[in-house]
C-alpha cells in the first residue's frame, strides 16, 4: 500500500513541477506574445480601465479622459481639438494612436518604467502606474494666430524657436476633432469613414507629413550655396546672368516676372527673387555643392523626429545641369516640408547653427515630478555666420523693399522670403504660396521663425502669392511671439 501512495505521490510531484515550468514559461517568456495578440481582449481592457495622462500645452491640459459605463472604461476627450490636433494627434479605442498619443503612448497609459517611483517597483510588484503627463513646447498663441490665418483655406504652419529649436506652433488645415474617433460605436465609425474618405485629408499632419515644392524660398538655400562656396563674394556685384537664361543643355528658356533681373545682383535678384540669377547660380555651384548645402539645412534627413517622424525633404542627389538649375529654384523634383522650410529661416537668423526641432518639453509623473527634460541640441551648422550675416539683410531687404513687405512688424527687425511654387502636370495646377521669414526681439536677438504654405484652391490664380497670401500669417503668427 505505501508503495502505491509514493509512487501517486511521485506523479503528482512531476505534475506539479511540470505545472510550474509551463507556468513559467508563458509569464516569462510567451507574455508579450500573449499580450500583443489582437484575439487577447485583456489588455485592451486594462489599457483603458484608468485614466490616460494628459497632453500640456503652456501648463495647460488640452486632453482629457471620461469615465463611461462600457468594458473599456475612460474615453480621450480632446479640448480645442481641431486647433491641436496636427500636436496631439488621437488615441482612438478601435483604430489605434498617432502624433504626440503615440509617441508618448507609454508615457500617457503608465507603462513607461521611467514613471516608478522606484526603479522596478512596478516590474516586481506587477502594480498599474498612473500615466504621466507630456508638457509640449507649443506657444497658444502662436498656435491660435496660425490656425486663424490659415482659416478655411487649406494649409500649414510650422514655427521654432531659432536658438533652441522648440516648436512654437505646429498646424494644419483642414483640420478634424480627435473626440469625433476617441470612443467605440456606430458614430466612431462612421467618423473614421467621412475622414478617411475627405480628400481634403483632414487627419494629414501638413506641417511635417507632407511635402510641396518650396518655388522661390528655396532660393535661400541657393544662396548661401553660392556665398559659401565663393561663388559670390560680394552680393552687390552683377551676376553676368543673361535674360532669359537658357537652361543648359537645352533650348528651354527661363525668363522672370519680376523686373530687373538681368545681370541683377544676388542682393537685388534675391529681393525681388529672380528665377534667372539662381538658376544660374544652382550651375555655378554644381550638383555637389548644392546638395551639400541642402542636406545642411536638413534635406534629405531621413532620421528627423520631433518625436513623431517628419517626411524627408528632398533635393535630388544625381541630376544634369538642367535639372541643378531647376532645382535651384525650388522646382523639378526639389519638395520641403514647412518645417523644413522653418528651420532654414531659424540657421540663418540664429548664426548658421541649425538646432535640431523638438515638440516634448518635459514628461512629468503622476506626482508631478519631472522624469524626463529636453534641451536644445545642434542639428548642423548649415552656413558660417557670416554667410548667416549676408542671408539675414537679404531676407530683411525682402520684407523692407522687396516682394515680403506683408510681414513687417513695426519696430521689429523681420526677414523673410516669398515663393510661388508651380506644380501638376505641366505646372497647371494651382500654385502654392509660400512664406519663411524670422523676427527678432527688441535686442535683436532671434525669436522666432515660421514657415507658412497656402494651397488655397479656392483663390483667383493672380492672388496667389506668397507675400500676398501667405506673409500676413507669419507676421501674425511671429506677432504673437513676442508678445
Not at 540663418?348 to 535640431?356: D, I, P, Q, T
Not at 510661388?420 to 524670422?438: C, D, E, L, R
Amino acid at each position: 500500500m505505501i508503495r502505491y501512495i509514493r509512487r501517486a505521490a511521485a506523479c503528482c510531484l512531476v505534475l506539479l513541477v511540470a505545472l510550474l515550468i509551463n507556468t513559467s514559461r508563458v509569464q516569462i517568456f510567451q507574455a508579450d506574445s500573449f499580450n500583443a495578440n489582437p484575439a487577447n481582449r485583456r489588455a485592451l481592457i486594462a489599457r483603458y480601465d484608468q485614466p490616460r495622462g494628459d497632453i500640456l500645452v503652456a501648463g495647460r491640459s488640452v486632453t482629457g479622459s471620461l469615465a463611461t459605463d462600457d468594458q473599456l472604461t475612460y474615453l480621450r476627450t480632446y479640448t480645442q481639438g481641431p486647433l491641436y490636433a496636427p500636436v496631439t494627434g488621437y488615441v482612438s479605442q478601435l483604430y489605434g494612436t498617432r502624433m504626440l498619443e503615440g509617441t508618448e503612448d507609454a508615457v500617457l497609459s503608465g507603462t513607461d518604467p521611467q514613471l516608478a517611483s522606484l526603479p522596478l517597483w512596478n516590474e516586481i510588484t506587477r502594480a498599474r502606474q498612473k500615466g504621466g503627463d507630456v508638457h509640449t513646447t507649443i506657444n497658444p498663441a502662436a498656435q491660435e494666430a496660425a490656425f486663424t490665418g490659415l482659416g478655411d483655406r487649406t494649409g500649414a504652419v510650422a514655427a521654432l524657436d531659432p536658438a533652441t529649436g522648440r516648436v512654437l506652433a505646429l498646424v494644419s488645415t483642414p483640420s478634424y476633432d480627435p473626440s469625433g474617433i476617441a470612443g467605440t460605436g456606430r458614430d466612431v465609425n462612421a467618423e473614421w469613414a467621412r475622414l478617411t474618405a475627405d480628400p481634403e485629408q483632414p487627419m494629414l499632419d501638413r506641417a511635417i507629413r507632407q511635402t510641396y515644392p518650396p518655388g522661390s524660398t528655396f532660393k535661400v538655400v541657393t544662396a548661401a550655396a553660392a556665398l559659401e562656396s565663393g561663388k559670390v563674394a560680394d552680393p552687390k556685384a552683377p551676376t553676368k546672368t543673361p535674360e532669359p537664361y537658357t537652361l543648359p543643355g537645352t533650348t528651354t528658356q527661363l525668363e522672370n516676372e519680376a523686373a530687373g533681373c538681368a545681370d541683377a545682383s544676388l542682393l537685388v535678384a534675391f529681393t525681388v527673387s529672380c528665377n534667372t540669377v539662381f538658376a544660374k547660380l544652382g550651375v555655378d555651384v554644381g550638383l555637389k555643392g548644392m546638395v551639400q548645402q541642402a542636406q545642411a539645412f536638413g534635406f534629405n534627413d531621413r532620421r528627423l523626429r520631433i518625436p513623431p517622424s517628419v517626411a524627408p525633404s528632398n533635393f535630388d542627389t544625381r541630376m544634369g545641369p538642367d535639372q541643378v538649375a531647376l532645382s535651384s529654384i525650388g522646382q523639378f523634383d526639389t519638395t520641403a516640408t514647412p518645417l523644413q522650410m522653418a528651420m532654414v529661416a531659424a540657421a540663418v537668423v540664429n548664426g548658421g547653427e541649425l538646432m535640431s526641432p523638438y515638440l516634448v518639453d518635459r514628461i512629468t509623473n503622476s506626482n508631478g515630478v519631472t522624469v524626463a527634460a529636453a534641451a536644445g541640441r545642434p542639428l548642423h551648422q548649415a552656413v558660417s555666420s557670416g554667410t548667416a550675416v549676408r542671408l539675414q539683410q537679404m531676407m530683411e531687404a525682402v520684407v523692407t523693399k522687396g516682394t515680403g513687405t506683408n510681414a513687417a512688424i513695426p519696430g521689429i527687425t523681420v526677414g523673410g522670403k516669398t515663393g510661388t511654387a508651380q506644380h501638376g502636370v505641366g505646372n497647371k495646377g494651382m500654385p502654392y504660396a509660400w512664406f519663411i521669414s524670422y523676427a527678432k526681439s527688441a535686442a535683436g536677438q532671434p525669436a522666432v521663425a515660421v514657415a507658412v504654405v497656402v494651397e488655397d484652391a479656392e483663390a483667383v490664380r493672380a492672388d496667389i502669392s506668397g507675400g500676398g497670401s501667405a506673409a500676413p500669417i507669419a507676421r501674425d503668427v511671429m506677432r504673437a511671439v513676442l508678445g
